[in-house]
């Protein structure tokens, strides 16, 4: 079977540094991605790990350590407009995307 | 101008309707899905399409119907529809082996 772990919400204040993290049981699957989902809106992409280590896009970073089954998303700076849902995805062997239930993360501040 | 659309936008129907809810894309990508979203679970992946003549049942197909109309369009039908098919239903779609997702604004059902 495929899952995918996430907290289903985080609070922090502006200006901090939040990580939300992602444990999956899956084997076979290409790399680990997160999307960004404001209320009422889209799931947006955010970030792809392929391979282990650490991917950085401005403000935010994403891990992945497929030996420990564990990816991370990790937002900096924190912003009002940081406050959303994220979502960590799979892509599986069978081509298919599975997502994690989603994190809801408010920033106050 | 939206790469990805979905009509109706919103949508309420009475048990036992039957309803279609659509999808077209202007990107050019041959991969389309539709996905249902239910506070707390997420998104859950209802049938994808690799191409026209490619159709695929996802994690939760019963219910749900598909037709791959032409590479930009992809069509989720509802036969009979039943209360919990409430839900938000996003079309996404994605080139190739890319990993990048790109989704519709979604269309919001609800089934009386």
């Known amino acids: 079977g495929q899952s995918l772990e996430q907290p289903s919400e985080v609070t922090a204040v502006e200006g901090a540094i939040v990580q939300i993290n992602c444990t999956y049981q899956t084997s076979g699957f290409y790399g680990l991605s997160w999307y960004q989902q404001h209320d009422g809106g889209a799931p ?10 650490l991917e950085e896009t401005g403000r935010f970073s994403s891990f992945l350590s497929r030996s420990d089954s564990y990816g991370y998303l990790l937002l900096q700076e924190l912003q009002m407009k940081d406050s959303a849902s994220y979502f960590c995805a ?18 106050l501040p | 101008d939206a790469d990805v659309t979905q009509t109706p936008r ?6 036992g309707k039957r309803i279609m809810l659509e999808c077209s ?36 197909s019963d219910g749900y119907s598909v037709s791959r109309q032409a590479q930009a369009k992809f069509s989720l039908s509802l036969e009979s529809a039943i209360p919990n098919q409430t839900a938000l239903y996003f079309c996404a779609t994605s080139a190739g082996t890319e990993e990048t997702q790109y989704f519709g604004p979604g269309t919001r059902l609800l089934v009386l």
């Open chain 1, 44 to 53: 947006t992409f955010l970030s792809y790990n392929g391979l282990d280590g």
């Open chain 1, 90 to 107: 799979v892509r599986h062997y069978g081509q298919n995307f599975v997502f994690g239930p989603g994190t809801r993360l408010s920033v």
């Open chain 2, 10 to 15: 919103n949508r309420i129907t009475k048990t």
């Open chain 2, 25 to 60: 894309q202007t990107k050019g990508h041959d991969r389309m899905y539709w996905y249902r979203q239910d506070p707390g679970l997420g998104l859950r992946l209802i049938y994808y399409s690799f191409d026209v003549k490619d159709i695929n049942k996802g994690e939760i």
